[in-house]
């Protein structure tokens, strides 16, 4: 038995997912500790990062964010990722924060980031992209920081790392793929209906869902699959994988940039039965108007699902965010302190009033993580579904 102890889940949450349809082939004890196990590494992590970009002398006494940004010459584009750092040590407990300053209490622990990544790995050797992708994106921190290098330049010339990351084989990454692809295949019309992939990149969502429809027997009946991706290396990338692996589903590609007007870039207005997407509508710039671009794509009586991992309470941070603070993409969205006072993830509660400001209705969250948060106040993968009236 592995010996780092991680709480176990509540099982009552057990109970809430089967009501959704989702088995322990979806979540289930060992999933439960990997996906803790790589929160820890990701705060050890944020606590090595302290060291290395020489925060803690400073941090002896409060000091603001900007004060922080200031001791080293740190540029003005590496604030959100402090802020997502010290974030991160308040809510663990290891820094305290009045107002807007931040101050260590007393010594940080020792990271044991080597300890943490044998034990995960050890549960659960398919969570390797997992922790890479925390690895390279704390050894480019500081190189940020310093505004030597952009997390974008930086990050996503690791071709090999992303496409472990975002496929199947890394149970971490497809549980969202899962859970996603699972509401959508049952909000699509059993005698068919045409299908509109947002943010597809590298095809893992795609294979999910194909899989979820085949398993209903619903797969045949598809109308149409429109995938768009707008990075051209993820397009073409699945596109070859994909029309190779499901030459029988007419799956087409193309791009989209959720942050234009849709139908100016060949999407055509009310036609689609189903929208979907998996972690790409938290990147919205503007949210709201992203997410009226879908209901116009959205044919009536069609639905919306928006896969994602779900923030527990609003500002919260969660580790899975580590990598994505250094990306502009992630964190250049127009804020609400309501609405959506953090960039990335978002309540349920948040989203749920977003797909309802766009004009979904009824919004369903598959499965409750509202009800599953009181029992484990963490991170879930869950699926947004709004209809479109008519």
Same mark, same amino acid.
């Given at each position: ?29 060992? @999933?439960? $500790?990997?996906?803790? %196990?790589?929160? +820890?590494? #990701?705060?050890?992590? &944020?606590?090595?990062?302290?060291? *290395?970009? /020489? ?113 199947? @084989?890394? $149970?971490?990454?497809? %549980?969202?793929? +899962?859970? #996603?692809?699972?509401? &959508?295949?049952?909000?699509?019309? *059993?005698? /068919? ?198």
């Amino acid at each position: 038995m592995p010996g780092i102890p991680i709480p176990p889940v509540d099982e009552r949450i057990y109970g809430i997912l089967a009501e959704a349809g989702f088995g322990d082939d979806v979540f289930n004890p060992q @999933q439960h $500790r990997g996906c803790e %196990l790589v929160e +820890r590494y #990701a705060l050890h992590h &944020a606590i090595d990062l302290v060291g *290395r970009l /020489g925060l803690t002398e400073p941090l002896a006494s409060p000091r603001t964010v900007e004060e922080l940004l200031a001791c080293h010459g740190f540029g003005a584009g590496f604030r959100p990722a402090l802020r997502w750092l010290l974030e991160h040590l308040v809510a663990a407990g290891l820094l305290t924060r009045e107002g807007p300053r931040y101050a260590l209490p007393g010594p940080l622990p020792p990271p044991a980031l080597a300890e943490l990544r044998a034990e995960g790995l050890a549960n659960d050797p398919s969570y390797a992209p997992a922790f890479a992708l925390l690895d390279e994106a704390a050894a480019i921190y500081p190189r940020v920081a310093r505004g030597e290098t952009s997390g974008e330049r930086a990050l996503f010339l690791r071709v090999r790392l992303w496409t472990a990351y975002f496929s199947n @084989q890394n $149970r971490y990454y497809a %549980l969202n793929n +899962r859970v #996603a692809a699972a509401a &959508a295949a049952a909000r699509l019309p *059993r005698d /068919g209906g045409a299908v509109l992939e947002v943010g597809a990149g590298l095809g893992s969502a795609t294979e999910a869902l194909i899989a979820a429809l085949r398993a209903r027997g619903t797969l045949g009946a598809l109308e149409s699959y429109d995938a768009t991706e707008p990075v051209v290396f993820f397009r073409r990338r699945a596109e070859g994988t994909l029309g190779t692996a499901h030459p029988g589903v007419g799956l087409a590609f193309s791009a989209l940039d959720i942050n234009q007007p849709w139908a100016g870039q060949g999407i055509e207005p009310g036609r689609h039965h189903l929208v979907w997407g998996v972690n790409v509508f938290h990147l919205a710039r503007d949210l709201d108007a992203v997410l009226r671009e879908a209901l116009a794509a959205v044919a009536p009586g069609g639905w919306l699902v928006v896969g994602e991992g779900v923030r527990p309470f609003p500002g919260h941070p969660v580790g899975a965010e580590l990598p994505f603070q250094i990306l502009e993409s992630f964190v250049d969205v127009r804020l609400d302190p309501e609405r959506r006072p953090t960039p990335g993830f978002l309540t349920a509660e948040q989203w749920q009033g977003a797909l309802a400001r766009a004009g979904f209705s009824p919004v369903e969250t598959v499965p409750d993580v509202i009800r599953m948060r009181a029992l484990h106040p963490g991170l879930f993968a869950a699926a947004l579904c709004g209809l479109r009236p008519g």
